[in-house]
């Protein structure tokens, strides 16, 4: 199992950037995905997920109407899209992934990407 994320960088407040993690080694459209972010000192936090055709999403309320999670099954790739960056957002974005239930919480899933950083300055 391995996912692979991407599209990290520097941005000015304001700016948009979109991350993508592609999935390889299992049954992509079998499970639910997840983006979480770290910023430093801080505990890893949920930002968003989506369920396994996409019919479902979930936003973190810090990043609801900014940010937006998507999915395409056909390229085994989840993609974040975030507008409105904010100071605020600087950290490491990970995805994850889990055949579980639906959920917010970083140990409800089982297979995590290497990171992206992500730095909005102001």
């Known amino acids: ?13 304001g700016g948009s950037l979109s991350l ?12 639910v995905m997840g983006w979480f972010r770290q910023a ?3 505990e890893r936090e ?6 396994w055709n996409g019919g479902s999403t979930h936003y973190a309320d810090s990043v609801k109407g900014r940010f937006t999670i998507s999915r395409d099954n ?3 790739t989840v993609t974040l899209q975030m507008n409105s960056l904010k100071p605020e957002d600087t950290a490491v974005y990970y995805c994850a992934g889990t055949t579980g239930p639906y959920n917010t919480q970083t140990d409800g899933y089982d297979n ?11």
């Open 112 to 122: 995590w990407g290497q990171g992206t950083l992500v730095t909005v300055s102001s």
């Open 74 to 76: 056909a390229k085994n």
């Open 46 to 51: 949920f930002v968003a997920a989506i369920n």
């Open 40 to 42: 430093p000192g801080a």
């Open 1 to 13: 199992v391995q996912l692979q994320a991407s599209g990290g960088g520097l941005v000015q407040a």
């Open 20 to 31: 993508s993690c592609v999935a390889s080694g299992f049954t992509f459209n079998q499970y």
